[in-house]
């Protein structure tokens, strides 16, 4: 514990944009064969380094079959909190859990990135044992604690009751119990984040285990069995207030993405397929005299595609979903972000007027069948997944991976792991950096992104920004 807060503590988005420059990014390498270990590579992102855009150290998990997928920090801007807050917690540990294995690993930074090591293993006995839960998935830091979202309930399969949400101590890590005391309609789980002087939060949802594990399954799908709902709840109280069915073909509401300011009552949803005609969307909710709401804002078309260039999973419909996987917001709350894992195409929206999103930059990478190469020569398979935002909103990384068994199905020539960046305009549009192009250790794909001395993506502002 430090004895003044960590400098990388910000008690507004404005204030977070104003912090020195990463050097280093953490990312998450997954074997989808479970043959090797999963493990965590930091990467160089520094342009004046000789070692720009390579692995400098990696951190190799003890067990097989964990299957990372999303990670986050021990605490975060969140401690700030003038509602028991912890001030003086240092953004020191990351917490990476395992969605297959329900193990989570608890990896100390202190002394940087570089001596990035293992400081604690969670078995998933205790996981099970304190919650109920399994298969954990996403990471937030809270005033008081970490809350981690499940995608599965109890029993082998991880349907013996709905997923939901658990707390951990901050320091000690030690697994403390469900978060929910009143859920409601809520079933099913994927994101969530909050509003912390709103004092309330929105979570969203996926599928179930068996749903997912094996690989999509096509039947649940075009029969409309995948999440399409998302709940708000009262923060502090641990109740769902409000349940919004989006249209059950509406399949997959994933990422959800609240305005960083937190004068502002909105927030953003990514959802990845409308079963009707493919396309993916965005979805804008806000709250207004005390009720929420939430409307679509804006649409991606698939793209047509020759029968014989698809994978088998989509040769009857002949085209390419586009497939909206991840979203990520600016800290000025000024552009979206939107991976289009499917078409190989990640979008970027000016969302200064949250209802009308607006088309402000575009680039192709990847793709089904665009099979789009990196700029700087690079055999980039899969599509823009799971992407990160500078603090200063002048960078975008991603990298290409979404689900072991789902790469199988999209891509089933396989998807070598890959993170590439790309540049912002000062007004918009995005260029894809032809010297940045990471390769990491064959047999291993690449997943989800955090930036050293925190990012857009965790941190949750206590103050307005002015």
């Given at each position: 514990m430090t004895v003044r807060p960590d400098r990388t503590f910000h008690a507004t988005a404005k204030l977070a944009m104003q912090a020195p420059v990463e050097n280093f990014a953490y990312t998450l390498m997954l074997s989808p064969d479970f043959s090797r270990p999963d493990g965590l590579a930091i990467v160089d992102v520094d342009p004046k380094s000789k070692d720009y855009g390579k692995v400098v150290h990696s951190v190799i998990m003890p067990n097989k079959g964990d299957e990372f997928h999303h990670f986050g920090w021990n605490a975060c801007s969140s401690a700030l909190s003038p509602l028991n807050g912890h001030p003086f917690l240092e953004r020191r540990f990351l917490i990476i859990p395992g969605i297959r294995s329900s193990r989570i690993y608890v990896i100390d930074t202190k002394g940087g990135p570089t001596k990035a090591k293992i400081h604690k293993v969670i078995e998933p006995e205790e996981v099970f044992a304190k919650t109920g839960y399994s298969r954990p998935h996403t990471i937030h830091c809270g005033p008081e604690g970490i809350y981690v979202s499940t995608l599965g309930g109890g029993g082998p399969e991880g349907t013996d009751g709905p997923p939901g949400?658990?707390?951990?101590?901050?320091?000690?890590?030690?697994?403390i119990g469900r978060y929910e005391i009143d859920r409601g309609p809520q079933d099913k789980q994927y994101d969530f984040w909050w509003n912390l002087p709103r004092d309330y939060m929105v979570s969203s949802e996926w599928a179930l285990p068996p749903q997912f594990e094996k690989g999509i399954v096509p039947e649940d799908l075009l029969s409309n069995k995948y999440g399409h709902r998302v709940h708000?709840?009262?923060?502090?109280e641990r109740r769902n207030v409000q349940t919004i069915d989006l249209g059950v073909n509406h399949q997959m509401a994933l990422e959800v993405r609240p305005a960083h300011d937190p004068v502002k009552e909105y927030g953003f949803l990514g959802v990845v397929v409308d079963t009707t005609n493919l396309e993916g969307s965005?979805?804008?909710?806000?709250?207004e005299d005390g009720k929420f709401h939430c409307e679509k804002t804006a649409t991606i078309p698939p793209e047509a595609a020759a029968k014989d260039d698809l994978p088998p999973l989509l040769q009857g419909f002949e085209a390419v979903p586009p497939l909206v996987t991840d979203i990520d917001l600016s800290l000025d709350d000024r552009f979206l972000y939107v991976s289009c894992w499917g078409t190989g195409e990640m979008r970027q929206y000016d969302v200064t007027d949250p209802m009308k999103p607006k088309l402000a930059g575009s680039v192709h990478i990847g793709g089904i069948t665009r099979k789009?190469?990196?700029?700087?020569g690079g055999d980039y398979r899969g599509g823009p997944q799971m992407v990160e935002i500078s603090r200063d909103g002048k960078r975008v990384y991603w990298t290409n991976s979404l689900y072991s068994t789902w790469d199988d199905q999209f891509y089933p020539d396989g998807i070598p792991a890959a993170m590439v960046k790309a540049s912002v305009g000062e007004n918009g549009g995005?260029?894809?950096?032809?010297?940045?192009?990471?390769?990491?250790?064959?047999?291993y794909r690449s997943h989800q992104i955090r930036l050293e001395g925190g990012d857009c993506s965790t941190d949750s502002f206590c103050y307005p920004s002015v």
């Open positions: 949400i658990f707390v951990m101590d901050c320091e000690t890590f030690d697994v708000f709840w009262d923060l502090r965005i979805w804008t909710w806000w709250r789009t190469k990196h700029p700087g995005i260029t894809l950096d032809k010297d940045f192009y990471v390769k990491f250790p064959e047999g």
